[in-house]
């Protein structure tokens, strides 16, 4: 069974930054693009930054700039660098991976970690 678990979110003052982490575990046999979605209240989930598996990286226009992926193959690993935090950047932030569990079958699934919340006061 696949696992992904967030940590590093937490409280923080506008202009400060975060950095949150994300490690896959359990039967993995690849994983593709993994990535970070957010979903402020009253709001639907939308996407923040997603990095394919040989480091190419895409950011949603409102945090480019700001906001920095990446990620430890090796160690399953996603993280996101995020800067010059504003107020609206406050919401649950989610990570994504699409995984293949199996060699044998291609199939690549999506799977969620349970969220960590991210609150930026004014």
């Known amino acids: 069974q696949v696992q992904l678990v967030e940590s590093g979110g937490g409280l923080v003052q506008a202009g400060g930054s975060l950095r949150l982490s994300c490690a896959a575990s359990?039967?993995?046999?690849?994983?593709?693009?993994m990535g970070w979605y957010r979903q402020a209240p009253g709001k639907q989930r939308e996407l923040v930054a997603v990095?394919?598996?040989?480091?190419?990286?895409y950011y949603a226009d409102s945090v480019k700039g700001r906001f920095t992926i990446s990620r430890d193959n090796a160690k399953k690993m996603v993280f996101l660098q995020m800067n010059s935090l504003k107020p609206e950047d406050t919401a649950v932030y989610y990570c994504n991976g699409k995984i293949q569990v199996f060699p044998v079958q291609p199939r690549i699934n999506d799977y969620w970690g349970q969220g960590t919340q991210v609150t930026v006061s004014s």
């Open positions: 359990g039967i993995i046999f690849s994983i593709k693009d």
């Open positions: 990095i394919s598996s040989v480091g190419s990286a």
